[in-house]
């Protein structure tokens, strides 16, 4: 097992035309949201890279892409999703994580390009305290950009009324009802609307580290 504690676990998809943000067509063509989604998921990447304490994880679907994703993420450990619904799918792959050996496992998602990274050194300090059970990072629309766990429950993502503004209450209500001890992170958003695209121009525009730098360059190539 890697010498970090907790693992952090980024859920991705091959970046193919008519697969991936396809909410974002239009205004963007079904290449170009593809082209888009491959840079948040190396900008994810880079930013996961950053923290200490941390073990980087791709957990990638469909199966047969794996060369893609040892690409875009050379060092990380590579996992295929398994599950029908993105619970099981998020549940399995949190498992295996915890089975390795890691006291915390967390997942996120590949569509907030520009989440302040001391989000994400929240969750691993806050996971690697036994007084957590659970850490979440609510979404604007309702649901989580990441969950960490010490324990695979499956109660937190069996029949989830996944993509709806119920996720994340409905998470909390089941890990109360568990008795878990959760600490919520910041809320943000996820870039899966031409609202949100636009959201992220302006956040973008109001910093100047120039992080996410694959992101960044994508926009200026469309004049953005």
């Not at 990638?60 to 993105?86: H, K, N, V, Y």
């Amino acid at each position: 097992m890697d010498v970090a504690r907790v693992a952090v676990a980024i859920m991705a998809k091959a970046p193919k035309p008519g697969e991936v943000k396809t909410r974002l067509c239009p205004p963007l063509s079904p290449e170009e949201a593809a082209d888009l989604y491959d840079c948040f998921l190396r900008d994810k990447v880079a930013q996961v890279r950053t923290l200490g304490g941390a073990a980087g994880v791709i957990a990638f679907t469909p199966d047969d892409r794996r060369s893609l994703f040892e690409e875009i993420a050379p060092g990380f450990r590579l996992i295929a999703q398994r599950g029908a619904d993105l619970g099981s799918r998020l549940l399995n792959s949190l498992g295996a994580l915890l089975r390795d050996g890691y006291v915390g496992a967390i997942a996120i998602d590949s569509d907030t390009p520009n989440l302040p990274t001391d989000y994400l050194r929240q969750a691993v300090e806050l996971l690697g305290k036994p007084a957590t059970d659970v850490v979440v990072g609510p979404s604007d629309d309702g649901g989580y950009y990441l969950i960490g766990v010490r324990q695979a429950w499956p109660a937190l993502f069996d029949a989830m009324p996944w993509s709806t503004a119920e996720v994340l209450p409905e998470t909390l209500r089941r890990a109360k009802a568990e008795g878990l001890r959760v600490e919520c992170l910041p809320a943000w958003f996820d870039v899966d609307t031409p609202d949100d695209l636009e959201r992220l121009i302006v956040s973008l525009a109001e910093r100047d580290d120039g992080a996410p730098l694959h992101t960044r360059r994508f926009l200026r190539r469309r004049g953005r």
